[in-house]
């Protein structure tokens, strides 16, 4: 790696930029466990650069035709496109997932989430109402809100950082975001990628920092108008805390603890190598991973038997070796918390059916490497099956009537999403209607239309991204009222 690449830079007004303290945070690779760059810890002065440097791009940018600013999005796309190889190694090195995965979902739906929105927008339409008989007009202006902040975390960085940035621009808004200061890479190498596209200099400006100082800035800076979060419920609260009482608009991704409904009439085969996948892709650190599995009693034991026959024979091994299902865990502290999480099972009455321990891989034994974890649990109401835990541990108990398996997927504080395996419509229809959750799966998991509303309700989250929702969350109506005589 050049010197260029080891130091990540913020990146301002169309330029790489050191932080103006000279201060910077270790970068490791969670594979290794060794720094392999600095990133710059950046303060109120380099946000306030940003927000400055997003202003003067504004005017021209919010004025910019629609075809020109879907042009310049869809260059981006096809910059990130041609790129593919060399960002998943860069995604893969930062996060520690297979580098098989970052190749083929993390790098190329950043690539479609600047084709989707470039698109998008050229489509973007808003309302008018005849007011019939007043001799009246309404029609609604949608109009950019000005400079936005995106903050992201480091479990999909560059597809949920794409994911808030590519419909804010393509909305004619200026962008200060911010990535997870533990996966800053590809965020950094998508500046690079503007430039070349010809995106105008201010108009997005990523300043890399610890959250409670640089995403602080962000959140409390009185010129950024709206803020669009992904992360931990408890981030959210405290973002959503410090921007109400300056009345910002707030879109809030936060925290899951999905349940997996499986009844006996589903498609076995389909179902079990699905609840695999939706188990520990990624280590189990998607948001939307089925983590909480229900299964109904007449087929548990025949389930219980075969799944963890197929947990126990994935792969745990370095990122960038192909045979391996699980890669890295994303840090030491993150390591440490779901190990907690494991050694406190006992206690809860929860047997450790398989898995449990950390994983030595030759030639890179300090690296975050753990095993696929599968826990029985008694109750719904254990720890297990209450708190986040957010890596590859899934817990299951079995069920006897639909009554108390529809229960027991509400009975939790978050509400992100549901997957539900039957080929009973009656049935697949009461829960669509019943699940407390914004997204329900049926048959499928993580199956991904760029149009659809995407969220969580209860602690999951606040608002919807995707598609017209993130359009018009980045927009501000305005409705104009002509009376003719
Ligand atoms: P996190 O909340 O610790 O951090 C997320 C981002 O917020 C980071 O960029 C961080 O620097 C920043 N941040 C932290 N404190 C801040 C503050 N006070 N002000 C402004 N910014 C601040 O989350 P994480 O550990 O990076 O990510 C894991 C969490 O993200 C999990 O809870 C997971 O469920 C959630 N997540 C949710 C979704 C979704 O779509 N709902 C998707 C992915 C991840």
Not at 346 to 369: D, W
Request: charged share 20%.
């Amino acid at each position: 790696m050049t010197s260029k690449e080891t130091y990540i830079q913020n990146f301002i007004n169309g330029n790489f930029q050191n932080p103006k303290s000279d201060e910077w945070i270790d970068n490791f690779n969670p594979a290794n466990g060794e720094v392999y760059g600095k990133i710059p810890n950046s303060s109120k002065a380099d946000v306030e650069e940003a927000v400055n440097a997003s202003a003067k791009a504004f005017p021209g940018w919010s004025t910019t035709t629609v075809e020109e600013r879907s042009k310049i999005m869809l260059k981006i796309a096809d910059g990130i496109e041609a790129k593919l190889q060399f960002l998943a190694e860069a995604e893969s090195k930062d996060n520690g997932k297979p580098i098989s995965l970052a190749l083929s979902v993390d790098i190329p739906r950043a690539a479609s989430n600047f084709r989707f929105f470039g698109h998008a927008i050229t489509q973007f339409a808003s309302e008018a109402h005849e007011s019939v008989g007043h001799n009246a007009v309404n029609f609604t202006l949608r109009k950019p809100l000005g400079i936005v902040g995106c903050i992201s975390p480091w479990n999909l960085p560059l597809y949920l950082f794409t994911w808030k940035i590519a419909p804010a621009l393509a909305a004619g808004n200026c962008v200060v975001a911010k990535p997870s200061e533990v996966t800053p890479m590809t965020a950094y190498l998508l500046g690079e990628i503007c430039n070349q596209a010809g995106l105008p200099k201010g108009v997005l400006n990523i300043v890399h920092g610890l959250g409670q100082t640089t995403g602080q800035a962000i959140v409390e800076h009185p010129q950024i108008k709206a803020v669009s979060f992904t992360g931990g419920t408890a981030t959210g609260e405290h973002i959503a805390r410090t921007a109400a009482p300056m009345f910002k608009k707030l879109s809030l991704e936060l925290g899951g603890k999905n349940p997996n409904l499986i009844f006996a009439d589903c498609d076995y085969d389909k179902m079990l190598d699905t609840t695999v996948r939706s188990s520990f892709a990624n280590q189990g650190q998607i948001c939307l991973c089925g983590s909480r599995i229900f299964v109904e009693e007449s087929i548990y034991e025949k389930f219980k038997s075969d799944f963890v026959a197929r947990v126990k024979a994935l792969k745990v091994g370095h990122p960038s070796e192909k045979e391996s299902k699980l890669g890295a865990l994303v840090s030491k502290p993150h390591l440490e918390k779901v190990l907690s999480f494991i050694e406190d099972a006992p206690a809860q009455g929860a047997t450790i059916l398989c898995g449990g321990k950390k994983v030595t891989v030759p030639s890179f034994e300090n690296g975050y490497y753990l095993e696929p974890t599968v826990i029985e649990v008694k109750s719904n109401q254990c720890k297990l099956n209450q708190e986040e835990i957010f890596g590859p541990v899934v817990t299951m108990m079995s069920f006897k009537t639909e009554e108390e398996a529809l229960a027991m997927a509400n009975e939790v504080r978050y509400g992100l999403s549901a997957t539900l395996w039957t080929n009973n419509l009656n049935r697949t229809m009461r829960f669509s209607n019943e699940l407390q959750t914004g997204i329900v799966w049926v048959n499928t998991w993580m199956m991904r239309d760029l149009r659809t509303p995407f969220g969580g309700m209860k602690d999951s989250g606040v608002g919807r991204e995707g598609g017209w929702e993130a359009l018009r969350f980045f927009t501000e109506p305005k409705n104009v009222c002509i009376q003719y005589s």
